[in-house]
């Protein structure tokens, strides 16, 4: 049988999600009110969350329904096709066989839709009319006014000022779909309003745009805020990433040696790489589990692991994860997606009890690979993805070394279509890394709540 291209009919996409909590043998610690700093309960997210997506927050049971209205919208791009990169292997000379589940098949070009489409769901039920949301590049701005968008809802998008200035093309798929996308930090809101006074000039930052959007949600009762990453149910939600490519490996008599995949706030990561950690806690596999950050943001490889807010101003819960510190200002590398300061803890979690492993790398080694990538397979990845091909390309290139016989799956999270001008500066030799200096890490982690 030829394996270029795997796929799988709509009557065999999963109609379940798979949650990790049921299997984990540490939880991490409970997320804190952020005042009292005593475990929030339902009732402390319930101003900006539907009860649905808080009950699937905390559910420890293994298997939850996806909402038939959910799979119907995940059908117009589900079952994502997962494909052999043979020329990819070709170009590098290795016997590694490498394999990519492609995400940027989805409407929104990314990932993000999976969730996206159930955040709204849920909260449509529950009868709520407007959702607030922040967004850094913009996918996940893009991703949320689409479902907004199939579900009748008003969508407001914080998008960091830098990206809104410099990537144009984003803020115009999200008009397209009715979503309002204003620059952060802005003065619609307090927190932007006292950010702006301290520097008019700030050019925001996920952290800001945060504040601003849960800020804008808890202020409205006909308004709730969405997370694009890092929450628990976002990467129940992604878990049908990781499903599909399973079933589809064993259509082509494959397990993989290796799962790789980009990690800004673990969502995507979580996606793919979660049940094959089922495969590993529960049936013991050998799998290995690799997530890729950059040398920029090193949240996994070099941040704290403990509680920190998910936001500047410290409106959210105190999440316990790896982090560089709510107030860490990321250099304006191009994988916007990935600058987040810290991650998710479930899948902070699992690195620290070793089930997973983290590499960071810095972008013009990641953009090589990226072009490699794009020349072999015909695919323009997304910056963001491209940390996830590099990995791959490394495990190839160890594999040709030791001369052995090796299976990689990484996920390829979306294309880098609106990404041009990065790749513009990548080929005109205009990139430079930005290794993180020790000094500015440890005075970022001075800023850590003491709990
Ligand atoms: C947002 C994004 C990421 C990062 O996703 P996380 O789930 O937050 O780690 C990766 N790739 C693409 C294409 C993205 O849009």
């Excluded at 096709?81 to 098949?105: H, Q, S």
Aim: hydrophobic share 35%; proline share 7%.
């Amino acid at each position: 049988m030829s394996d270029s291209k795997i796929l799988l009919s709509e009557k065999e996409m999963p109609t379940k999600w798979y949650n990790i909590q049921a299997d984990m043998p540490n939880l991490p610690k409970p997320a804190l009110h952020p005042e009292t700093k005593q475990p929030a309960g339902p009732e402390d997210l319930s101003p900006i969350f539907p009860m649905g997506l808080i009950m699937q927050e905390v559910s420890r049971e293994r298997w939850i329904e996806i909402p038939e209205e959910v799979q119907e919208i995940y059908r117009l791009w589900r079952p994502s096709p997962l494909c052999r990169a043979k020329r990819l292997e070709k170009a590098l000379d290795t016997p590694a066989k490498i394999y990519y589940k492609y995400e940027g098949v989805s409407p929104a070009g990314s990932h993000k839709l999976n969730t996206a489409v159930a955040q709204a769901y849920y909260n449509k039920v529950e009868g709520i009319k407007r959702l607030s949301t922040e967004t850094g590049a913009g996918q996940w701005g893009i991703a949320l006014s689409q479902a907004c968008n199939f579900f009748g809802l008003e969508c407001t998008v914080y998008m960091v000022k830098v990206s809104y200035q410099q990537k144009p093309y984003r803020r115009s798929v999200m008009e397209i779909f009715g979503a309002n996308c204003i620059a952060s930090p802005s003065n619609q809101t307090s927190s932007g309003r006292q950010i702006l006074e301290k520097d008019p000039e700030s050019l925001g930052s996920l952290g800001m745009a945060i504040s601003e959007a849960v800020e804008d949600a808890a202020g409205r009762s006909d308004t709730n805020y969405a997370l694009g990453s890092v929450l628990n149910h976002v990467t129940l939600h992604q878990s049908i990433i990781g499903l599909e490519a399973r079933e589809q490996l064993a259509k082509a008599d494959a397990y993989p040696d290796v799962v790789i995949a980009c990690c800004g706030g673990g969502s995507n990561f979580a996606g793919v790489a979660f049940p094959f950690a089922y495969d590993k806690i529960v049936k013991g596999a050998k799998v290995r589990l690799v997530a890729v950050e950059p040398s920029a943001c090193p949240t996994l490889t070099r941040g704290h692991f403990g509680y920190d807010f998910g936001d500047v101003a410290g409106f959210t819960p105190l999440l316990w994860m790896y982090t560089l510190g709510k107030d860490f200002m990321p250099p304006g590398i191009h994988s916007g997606g990935l600058r987040y300061h810290g991650d998710s803890p479930l899948v902070s979690q699992i690195v620290h009890d070793g089930i997973a492993e983290a590499r960071a790398y810095g972008q013009t080694a990641t953009f090589k690979s990226a072009v490699l990538f794009a020349k072999s397979e015909g695919v323009v990845p997304a910056p963001e993805s491209s940390h996830a091909i590099h990995c791959a390309v490394e495990e190839a290139i160890a594999a040709r070394e030791a001369d052995e016989a090796r299976t990689i799956l990484f996920n390829l999270s979306g294309h880098g279509l609106l990404d041009l001008p990065s790749y513009d500066d990548y080929l005109s030799g205009k990139l430079v890394d930005y290794p993180l200096p020790e000094d500015n890490l440890k005075k970022a982690l001075e800023q850590l709540p003491k709990v």
